[in-house]
């Protein structure tokens, strides 16, 4: 079974500090997504990359940075966290273009105070 | 700018009825349409999935319907179960120079009542 893990599993931070979210997959896929689920808003793409030490920009990128430093390492980075990127946040992950499945890790909520 | 529209937010059946979940798009690029369902406290998950070049395909009580001409698809769940009591999402994914992309619309919240 495809395996995604997120990392930290939820966590509080101040507003204008800096919040890393972990991600990591041993599914020896090439994508890798982060996406960001609100209420009334369903889930909306921020940042994927699909290959190493690339990453291009989602619907939503504003706000956010992502790094890929290795095909199984994903992070999302919030470098002056908001009130309004308080959210729960999936990383996922797909084979590409002819495997298109996503694999979920299990989400981070992030409460921004 | 809702690329994939996708309604009602929230439907509530009873169990045994057939459950339709509507989505809409307007990019004709699109080439893949999944259905993802998630349970509460969960993450989202595959349920099924269709490609333009067929308008029906169905998943034992599972089927979705797709009008390439009108850019609509919907999920019906046949005899529905308490059990399928979650959130829906359809997505559409758009292939091109900058990979793969998946699009979800915003969620039904389906509730099936004994």
């Known amino acids: 079974e495809a395996a995604v893990t997120q990392s930290p599993r939820s966590k509080v931070a101040v507003t204008g500090g800096k919040v890393t979210l972990s991600c990591h997959q041993t599914n020896n896929h090439d994508y890798m997504y982060w996406y960001r689920q609100d209420t009334g808003h369903g889930l909306r793409l921020i940042h994927y990359s699909y290959v190493a030490d690339s990453t291009e920009k989602g619907d939503i990128p504003d706000g956010y940075k992502a790094s890929r430093p290795s095909q199984e390492n994903f992070s999302l980075i919030l470098e002056l966290a908001s009130l309004s990127q308080t959210a729960v946040y999936f990383c996922a992950s797909s084979g590409g273009a002819s495997n298109e499945r996503l694999f979920f890790g299990h989400g981070t909520k992030l409460s921004v105070l | 700018q809702q690329q994939v529209r996708q309604s009602p937010q929230s439907l509530t059946v009873w169990e045994g009825e057939t459950a339709i979940l509507n989505c809409s798009y307007e990019?004709?690029?699109?080439?893949?349409f999944p259905w993802y369902h998630q349970f509460p406290g969960e993450s989202p998950a595959l349920l099924i999935a269709?490609?333009?070049?067929?308008n029906k395909k169905e998943d034992g009580r599972f089927t979705i319907f797709f009008n390439k001409r009108e850019k609509k698809f919907s999920l019906h769940i046949a005899d529905s179960q308490p059990g399928d009591s979650a959130t829906y999402f359809c997505?559409?994914?758009?292939?091109?120079?900058?990979?793969?992309?998946?699009?979800f619309g915003i969620g039904t919240l389906l509730s099936v009542k004994p």
């Open positions: 269709i490609r333009p070049v067929s």
């Open positions: 997505a559409a994914r758009r292939y091109g120079s900058s990979g793969n992309k998946l699009i």
């Open positions: 990019d004709s690029t699109f080439d893949y």
